[in-house]
Each structure stands twice: as structure tokens, then as C-alpha cells.
């Protein structure tokens, strides 16, 4: 059974960059068939995708965040990272890593999501 978990500081400030890991367990990162994704969802509003890094490390950014987010990753500890630098309080949100699946371009495991508060 795959398994994602979130890991990293509950709190930024304002201006500072937020960092967080994603933890794969129960399956390899290194295979062609997935692809892993960074996933937020803030107070009152819906899911917005963030970006994602896949097999042979590209990665793909929303437009909107593409200036300011960074992912990479850690096959040796099956880890992926999020960074997202000159964070602003509308960071804050629930944040979540998740598996996606090529052939149907769907997300099929989801960590449980970490909340990021950024304030002073």
C-alpha cells in the first residue's frame, strides 16, 4: 500500500520561503508510471494544483506560482520537496503531496495534508 506523508514547519513568516517533504512509502519513485505532484488548498477555497515532478525529474509548475515554487527530489530517501519562496499570509493553506498516474493523468494517493500558516 503506497503511502504519502507531509512533513515541515506549520508557521512562516511573511517573506520567507516555505519548505516542505513529501515521504513515499510502499513504492519506489523511480518508475515511468507516476508522476508526483504538490497539491493546496486554502481556507474556504478549492484545490489548486501547485506543480509536480516527474520519473526523469521535469518538473511542471502552475503559471501563477511557476515564479516562485520549486520542487525536486530525493529518489535515494523516496522523498519529493516543495519550496515556495516570498511566501504572502494568502499562502496559507493546507498543503498536500500526491501520486499521479500517466496513462490516466488521475492522482490515486494522497498524503493527509499539512496546514502552513504564514504570519508574523
Known amino acids: 500500500q503506497v503511502q504519502l506523508q507531509e512533513s515541515g514547519p506549520g508557521l512562516v513568516k511573511p517573506s520567507q520561503t516555505l519548505s516542505l517533504t513529501c515521504t513515499v512509502s510502499g513504492g519506489s519513485m523511480l518508475t515511468n508510471d507516476y508522476y508526483w505532484n504538490w497539491i493546496r488548498q486554502p481556507p474556504g477555497k478549492g484545490l489548486e494544483w501547485m506543480g509536480a515532478i516527474a520519473y526523469g525529474g521535469n518538473t511542471y509548475y502552475s503559471p501563477s506560482l511557476r515564479s516562485r515554487t520549486t520542487i525536486s527530489r530525493y529518489t535515494s530517501k523516496n522523498q519529493f520537496t516543495l519550496q515556495l519562496s516570498s511566501v504572502t499570509p494568502e499562502d496559507t493553506a493546507v498543503y498536500y503531496c500526491?501520486?499521479?498516474?500517466?496513462?490516466?493523468?488521475?492522482?490515486?494517493?494522497w498524503g493527509k495534508g499539512t496546514l502552513v500558516t504564514v504570519s508574523p
Open positions: 500526491a501520486r499521479g498516474v500517466i496513462i490516466s493523468w488521475s492522482m490515486d494517493y
